[in-house]
């Protein structure tokens, strides 16, 4: 989930780029790797405030991602 904590860095809150690696996307905050589509919803629902977002490896088309907001 994506959300401002003390000791983020302004590369932190870049946007992302298509272009940027994988490995560098699995090390950003809003990158859950292991969270199925209900961990992310309960998630948000339990930590989540407006415009938060979080994403995750698809469970139904591998190699694909899902974006939860």
Do not use: C, Y
């Not at 090390?27 to 589509?37: A, K, L, S, T």
């Not at 948000?44 to 995750?56: E, P, V």
């Amino acid at each position: 989930m994506a959300t401002k904590v003390e000791g983020d860095t302004d590369e932190s809150k870049r946007p992302f780029s298509p272009t940027e690696p994988l490995k560098i996307v699995k090390q950003r905050r809003w990158f859950h790797p292991n969270i199925d589509g209900q961990g992310a919803e309960q998630l948000l629902k339990t930590r989540g405030f407006d415009g938060s977002f979080l994403a995750r490896p698809s469970t139904s088309n591998i190699g694909d991602f899902t974006l939860s907001v």
